[in-house]
């Protein structure tokens, strides 16, 4: 079989571009099938209108370039009333126009009380939080009947463990989410990351509509991202178990240095015909 690999748009090099025949040609460089488009990462002075993301969705589309999910990641809980509420904004305007794109997810984590530098603060991991993050989604939710929110859980936000997004899905009737194994690790428990990954399967299983391809090592008591197949993650047992579970799944490399974009496909791909 073949996995479905992508990358963030973002993360290919020279970005953020300015012009969109660039960014295809970069892209049509590495054996990728889709991608995960952060607008406003991706491109350079790009005004979002209708009839450029028109443009821009045609342009993909005729170069066989399948987008994942729109990100529009924002802080769910900002104290800053006013940029959660334009975090909020965004995100349904890219929910309203996801079709252009063939896809109908649009990305977010949840967020950190801490503001702009989504990092654990005492009170994310508060029921409080949690009711809060629930009530921006469910809003979302409700926004677009075309497009749904695809959620990613992370340990410093509010979501930060696989039950607590199992619990958020079920209680908003949401039938998609993102998987991201190394957002869910700390000093503390990277070492469960297997069965963290295996727990995300039997809670989720074909929900999982994206993956985030991450490798890390530990250094100065820290997890650092190196390039995939380069570091802890037990990719010798989480590719099976995809290619079992999760056969339709998009895997998106996510943080990958340009220096480790080709090898890191390589070594995803070199799962396929085990």
């Excluded at 809060?132 to 340990?155: C, F, H, M, Q, Y």
């Excluded at 390039?227 to 290619?243: D, R």
């Excluded at 339709?248 to 890191?264: F, M, P, Q, R, T």
């Amino acid at each position: 079989m073949r996995f479905n690999i992508g990358i963030r748009g973002h993360d290919l090099p020279n970005a953020p571009f300015l012009n969109v025949d660039d960014f295809i040609n970069t892209f049509k460089q590495y054996d990728l099938d889709y991608l995960q488009l952060v607008i406003s990462k991706a491109f350079k002075d790009f005004e979002f209108n209708k009839d450029n993301l028109t443009s821009l969705a045609n342009k993909l589309k005729a170069n066989d370039i399948k987008v994942a999910m729109i990100g529009a990641y924002f802080n769910m809980i900002h104290p800053d009333k006013v940029r959660q509420s334009k975090g909020i904004n965004y995100f349904k305007d890219c929910m309203k126009y996801a079709y252009l794109f063939d896809t109908k997810y649009v990305g977010s984590e949840t967020g950190s009380l801490n503001g702009d530098k989504w990092i654990y603060v005492d009170g994310n991991h508060t029921l409080e939080s949690f009711n809060t993050v629930k009530e921006v989604i469910k809003d979302l939710k409700n926004s677009e009947r075309n497009a749904s929110p695809l959620i990613e859980g992370a340990w410093n936000h509010v979501v930060y463990k696989p039950t607590l997004l199992y619990e958020l899905l079920n209680d908003l009737n949401l039938d998609a989410c993102t998987v991201d194994l190394y957002n869910y690790l700390n000093i503390d428990n990277y070492k469960d990351h297997l069965d963290i990954f295996k727990e995300c399967i039997n809670l989720f299983g074909e929900k999982i509509k994206v993956i985030h391809i991450k490798d890390f090592i530990v250094e100065d008591n820290k997890l650092v991202q190196v390039g995939i197949g380069k570091g802890l993650m037990n990719y010798k047992e989480i590719m099976p178990l995809i290619k079992k579970h999760l056969p339709n799944v998009i895997l998106v490399l996510e943080g990958v240095k340009e220096a480790d974009i080709v090898s890191s496909i390589k070594y995803l791909r070199s799962y396929e015909d085990e």
